[in-house]
Nanobody
Framework: QVQLVESGGGLVQVAGSLRLACEAS????????MGWFRRPPGKEREFVAT????????SYADSVKGRFTASRDDAKNTVYLQMNSLKPEDTAVYYC????????????????????WGQGTQVTVSS
């Protein structure tokens, strides 16, 4: 049984930082592409970042480039999302996802490319 468990969300002030973590179990983590998505209040789920199975390639949504960084520790089966310079519009439920099909990183910005999802963690940025 595959499980993805996010942690690290919370309430932070504008310009602050948070680091989200997602620990995976039940899958071959080292060969999975890991993604981060978010659902802002009243909106659809949207792509945030992805990091390939080797950690060699990453991709980010334009809205977070230069502020967010995805990384992974295969020894811990964990993927991270470091979020800096947070803005009120970053407020959302953040989800991690695992994709087990080998695809170029550019293909991994779609929700449908992922096979497993976590339950989400709330991030609230107050102004």
């Amino acid at each position: 049984q595959v499980q993805l468990v996010e942690s690290g969300g919370g309430l932070v002030q504008v310009a602050g930082s948070l680091r989200l973590a997602c620990e995976a179990s039940g899958l071959t983590f080292s060969s999975s592409t890991m993604g981060w998505f978010r659902r802002p209040p009243g909106k659809e789920r949207e792509f945030v970042a992805t990091i390939t199975w080797s950690g060699g390639s990453t991709s980010y949504a334009d809205s977070v480039k230069g502020r967010f960084t995805a990384s992974r520790d295969d020894a811990k089966n964990t993927v991270y999302l470091q979020m800096n310079s947070l803005k009120p519009e970053d407020t959302a439920v953040y989800y991690c996802a695992a994709g087990i099909t080998f695809l170029p990183v550019a293909h991994m910005e779609r929700v449908g490319r992922y096979d497993y999802w976590g339950q989400g963690t709330q991030v609230t940025v107050s102004s």
